[in-house]
């Protein structure tokens, strides 16, 4: 898997830290929609807050063991993780303000 950031500030590098954060937002917003296409809302109405938590804690166990053993990943980067957790952290706003459940993606997302 390509590392998401890093491909992007090839694109563009910033010349502030707000623009990097945008750049980064971004990006969480990439991959909340390419995951929801493949998730849906399933996996995290089953499961409701404790659920996302108990995803956040899976890929944070997984960034101490790696970091911790000066480990390369197998699979997903260090910035995929997280990315992830990122992502994880907003879909839990998102489900205690009622939003993940009565709102739908938009159409422009759908494509």
Known sequence: ?????????????????????EIVTKELLKIFIQKHKDY????????????????????INRLKNLLANNKTPANETIDDNWL??????????LYRKGW???LRMSPKAKK
């Open 100 to 102: 993940f459940k009565k």
């Open 84 to 93: 992830d957790i990122a992502v994880y952290g907003v879909i839990a706003i």
């Open 1 to 21: 898997m390509v590392d998401n950031i890093q491909y992007i500030l090839i694109m563009k590098e910033p010349k502030y830290l707000d623009e990097s954060f």
């Open 40 to 59: 849906g809302k399933g996996n995290i109405l089953d499961t409701g807050e404790m659920g996302v938590l108990f995803r956040v804690s899976d890929k």
